[in-house]
């Protein structure tokens, strides 16, 4: 078992950022691929960004490249998320999750092995 916490949501202002952090542990976190997933009120659970193992390696939902940045502390057990320029659209539930399959990650598919319970980002505008 991978035991996923997530933490930094809150609320901020349109233009502002913040930095989300999901603090892993159990199971030795550089074996693990890593992903941020948003679930906006009233809408399906969605592909953010993912990481792989060593860190050497991001991918990103179209609609975030630019504003989004994925990173990976291995000797922390911790995955981030940097958001640039929120937006009201940005409003959502934030989840981090962790597969074994990079491939998983890549296809930003929504059976990951472990998730965590999520974060509230709130953007005013």
């Known amino acids: 078992q991978v035991q996923l916490v997530e933490s930094g949501g809150g609320l901020v202002q349109a233009g502002g950022s913040l930095r989300l952090s999901c603090a892993a542990s159990?199971?030795?976190?550089?074996?693990?691929?890593m992903a941020w997933f948003r679930q906006a009120p009233g809408k399906e659970r969605e592909f953010v960004a993912g990481?792989?193992?060593?860190?050497?390696?991001?991918y990103y939902a179209d609609s975030v490249k630019g504003r989004f940045t994925i990173s990976r502390d291995n000797a922390k057990n911790t995955v981030y998320l940097e958001i640039n320029s929120l937006q009201p659209e940005d409003t959502a539930v934030y989840y981090c999750?962790?597969?074994?399959?990079?491939?998983?990650?890549?296809?930003?598919?929504?059976?990951?092995?472990?998730w965590g319970k999520g974060t509230l980002v709130t953007v005013s505008s």
């Open positions: 999750a962790a597969d074994r399959i990079l491939r998983t990650v890549v296809l930003g598919r929504n059976d990951m092995d472990f």
């Open positions: 159990g199971r030795t976190f550089s074996n693990y691929a």
């Open positions: 990481i792989n193992w060593s860190g050497g390696s991001t």
